[in-house]
């Protein structure tokens, strides 16, 4: 059995973690899910918790642990109990939602439960990957969105897994498999991912470190042009796999040799926030900012959608708090003239004191 500890958005982690398809157990501890899965090697791929890994009985524990010399634990107790029973030679006491570096790059982390069970974690979120795309970044403006890279990270793996569960590609499976396989050395495969708000490029660079192919557009592209070349020398760029950008303003037609029936994009975006709101900004000042966002979105739709080329756009919309976000009805009505149909998660993507979060919306054609 497997255990996750869920990020602080439990309903968006939960919806990127049906890619192993779970069966569920009930769990006593809040924020934490249980679970048996036939894909245990995809988890390490996901980015919805905080930390995942195995459930095994004390006297396991012996043979796993064997050859490791220090071990991160909840209660020191249980760490001398260690030392005695199993020969540890050092412990440290970490909680359960933190991560302490040293015991993830020289030891194992055990968290102690009931009846004699243990959780070992295997998987860690992936830390240094979004502190790097979100700060470290040269080209940044405060103009643009700037959707932050682990929210990134997980809209690209809800894009593959509704791809695959729609059966419209049926060679992304085989290819997501293939990566799965060969762990963490990387392959070039034929999946594109196409961000047409691609801003200062983070969809580009998290869709590079995940071996998938991308292209990026943006009515100005200078921000993401600037930061390839500094992405080039970090430890985690990918030359394996192919990332361009080019002009492109999203209420024009879709340029027609971007994409083609046989192998078509899947979207990934953040639109435009619109214009900046603050705890002053008014009930009128909502009303136009949701009046700007709503025709720049409802053309993009048009272009988009008529092309017919892309297998599925996964895409956050702004989502003004404390207030009617009447701008998702016109939303919804486009996409169903169009012929296509839209999911959402309820759970709204929000930082402290955000004024506007972001609602994670999923476009499929009808009957997918």
Known sequence: MYFAILWKHPQISLAELQIVQPTFFPSTKKGIVLFETKNPEQLKTL???????????????????????????????????????????????????????????????????????????????????????????????????????????????????????NKQLSHYEEEWNYNLAIQNKKSSNNITIYDPFCGSGTTNLLAN????????????????????????????????????????????????????????????????????????????????????????????FKNILESDFFSTIICTIPWYIGHDNIHEQYFQKTIQDLGYGRKSISEIYQREDQQVGRKICIVTKKGS
């Open 209 to 300: 470190y995940m071996d998938y192919n991308t292209i990026g557009s943006d009515i100005n592209i200078s921000y993401a042009e600037k930061n390839l070349p500094w992405r080039q020398t970090t430890a985690f760029y990918n030359s394996n796999t192919s990332i361009s950008f080019f002009n492109h303003d999203t209420t024009k037609p879709i340029p027609s040799n971007l994409s083609s029936p046989s192998n078509p994009p899947i979207i990934i975006t953040e639109w435009r926030l619109g214009p900046i709101i603050t705890k002053k900004s008014n009930s009128d000042d909502i009303k136009k900012a949701q009046q700007q966002i709503t025709k720049l979105y409802t053309n993009f």
């Open 47 to 165: 980015w919805w918790c905080i930390k995942s890994g195995i459930i095994v009985a004390e006297k396991e524990l012996q043979t796993l642990l064997q050859d490791v010399k220090i071990i991160g634990i909840q209660e020191e107790a249980i760490g001398k109990h260690f030392k005695r029973t199993i020969g540890i030679r050092r412990f440290k006491t970490v909680k359960i939602n933190h991560t302490d570096r040293e015991i993830k790059e020289k030891g194992k982390e055990i968290i102690n439960l009931d009846n004699g069970k243990y959780w070992i974690v295997e998987n860690y979120q992936n830390i240094p990957l979004y502190e790097t795309i979100d700060f470290e970044k040269p080209g940044r403006s405060m103009n643009m969105g700037m959707m932050p890279a682990k929210l990134t990270h997980i809209l690209i793996n809800l894009g593959i897994q509704n791809t695959i569960a």
